[in-house]
T-cell receptor, first 117, second 115 residues
């Protein structure tokens, strides 16, 4: 399976500031990455699909101007939470799609815990 | 739209017992993949097992096996000889083959293995 890293693993910021989260595919080139948000004791909610070299595709209800996604290379996608507020506090997880044989499988990063004060 | 339903919010068994987690899904597609992911307290999502819908044979990975019933749209996970390290949230997930590549997750089942 693919190996995915995220940085930072946790971050605390003040309300109104911006925070950047990096997602790296360490062992293969990922044309597509995904960003999820997870609230405590809940399932993962897809925020957006990050496509290398093009604009991200956002899910309904996700503010694209607030959650900026940049897929600058085949190994790096970044999520920037702009003008963060306490309600943006959450666990953010990225994943990459890897084709194993003919099966498309998503492999996940370790997640980033964001706390906005 | 595809949906995935896990009807057991929580389960608890003794170490070494066998436990089965339920999952049903709804889709009009014929070609798709199903997955079980595990999320331990570290919150790292780990792939447990996957099944291609066109395969009749149930997937098996060591102590983990599935019971895939395509007609019933059921995809249960059996964990044999459960271990303390199996304690985690388990998510059933679905993806359409060659589609938008979006994973659809169930609500999750919190499994606790007791010593």
């Amino acid at each position: 399976g693919a190996v995915v890293s995220q940085h930072p693993s946790w971050v605390i910021c003040k309300s109104g500031t911006s925070v950047k989260i990096e997602c790296r595919s360490l062992d293969f080139q990922a044309t597509t990455m995904f960003w999820y948000r997870q609230f405590p004791k809940q399932s993962l909610m897809l925020m957006a699909t990050s496509n290398e070299g093009s604009k991200a595709t956002y899910e309904q209800g996700v503010e694209k101007d607030k959650f900026l996604i940049n897929h600058a290379s085949l190994t790096l996608s970044t999520l920037t939470v702009t003008s963060a507020h306490p309600e943006d506090s959450s666990f953010y997880i990225c994943s990459v799609m890897s084709r194993t044989g003919i099966t498309d499988t998503q492999y996940f990063g370790p997640g980033t815990r964001l706390t906005v004060l | 739209a595809q949906t995935v339903t896990q009807s057991q919010p929580e389960m608890s068994v003794q170490e070494a017992e066998t436990v089965t987690l339920s999952c049903t899904y709804d889709t009009s597609e014929n070609n798709y993949y199903l997955f079980w992911y595990k999320q331990p307290p570290s919150r790292q999502m780990i792939l447990v097992i996957r099944q291609e819908a066109y395969k009749q044979q149930n997937a098996t990975e060591n102590r983990f096996s599935v019971n895939f019933q395509k007609a019933a749209k059921s995809f249960s996970l059996k964990i044999s000889d459960s271990q303390l390290g199996d304690t985690a949230m388990y998510f059933c997930a679905f993806i359409v083959a060659q589609g938008a590549q979006k994973l659809v997750f169930g609500q999750g089942t919190r499994l606790t293995i007791n010593p």
